[in-house]
T-cell receptor, first 114, second 114 residues
Framework: QKEVEQDPGPLSVPEGAIVSLNCTYS??????FMWYRQYSRKGPELLMY????GNKEDGRFTAQVDKSSKYISLFIRDSQPSDSATYLC??????????????FGAGTQVVVTP | NAGVTQTPKFRILKIGQSMTLQCTQD?????MYWYRQDPGMGLKLIYY???????DKGEVPNGYNVSRSTTEDFPLRLELAAPSQTSVYFC?????????????FGPGTRLLVL
């Protein structure tokens, strides 16, 4: 079983719709939960992160973490064609010497059609 | 700041050839990483470094070597290229402290081994 599971999609939505993405994980020691966005033929870039459980909002983006269910979500409101990208979830546990291995999901390709 | 730069952008290798993928960062980050990304498989860690002169293996190190003689540079060496090494390679760097150790990625090198 992979440590982080993510549906690769593609997920196609019309402009203005809400995009819902999620990941499940098996390692209860993960502390930080991140979403990276990757445009075609580019490197991933951090979109937002959450520490432990709870919600975090940044403009049209909302990240949710449910540690009891080992489930994280990303919602994109009022989606735009510029949101078309691959979204990768990632998680990390930091050791006492500050090192941590980032564990990525496979990434979900999102296509927002005008 | 240029961030993380990688060269070359694209390369075709014949089976058995060798090459070095270059990576440079100008953010004075302690940590640097090499990942490979295959379709639908997410990012797999090849090697990482916590500082000049210190490197360690990630999940998929076989067929690769690294060195880190300076803070800025972290080249990845492929010896005896094989078709299984056809992939997109990303270099990344991060600070040693602060939050989730956000990783900043380069634009990637596309490698095709024929």
């Amino acid at each position: 079983q992979k440590e982080v599971e993510q549906d690769p999609g593609p997920l196609s939505v019309p402009e203005g719709a809400i995009v819902s993405l999620n990941c499940t994980y098996s390692n209860s020691a993960f502390q930080y939960f991140m979403w990276y966005r990757q445009y075609s033929r580019k490197g991933p870039e951090l979109l937002m992160y959450t520490y432990s459980s709870g919600n975090k909002e940044d403009g049209r983006f909302t990240a949710q973490v449910d540690k009891s269910s080992k489930y994280i979500s990303l919602f994109i409101r009022d989606s735009q064609p510029s949101d078309s990208a691959t979204y990768l979830c990632a998680m990390i546990t930091l050791t006492t010497d500050s090192w941590g291995k980032l564990q990525f999901g496979a990434g979900t390709q999102v296509v927002v059609t005008p | 700041n240029a961030g993380v730069t990688q060269t070359p952008k694209f390369r075709i290798l014949k089976i058995g050839q060798s090459m070095t993928l270059q990576c440079t960062q100008d953010m004075n980050h302690n940590y640097m990483y090499w990942y490979r990304q295959d379709p639908g498989m997410g990012l797999k860690l090849i090697y990482y470094s916590v500082g000049a002169g210190i490197t360690d293996k990630g999940e998929v190190p076989n067929g690769y070597n690294v060195s880190r003689s300076t803070t800025e540079d972290f080249p990845l060496r492929l010896e005896l290229a094989a078709p299984s090494q056809t992939s997109v390679y990303f270099c990344a760097s991060s600070y040693r402290s602060g939050g989730p150790r956000t990783q900043y990625f380069g634009p990637g090198t596309r490698l095709l081994v024929l």
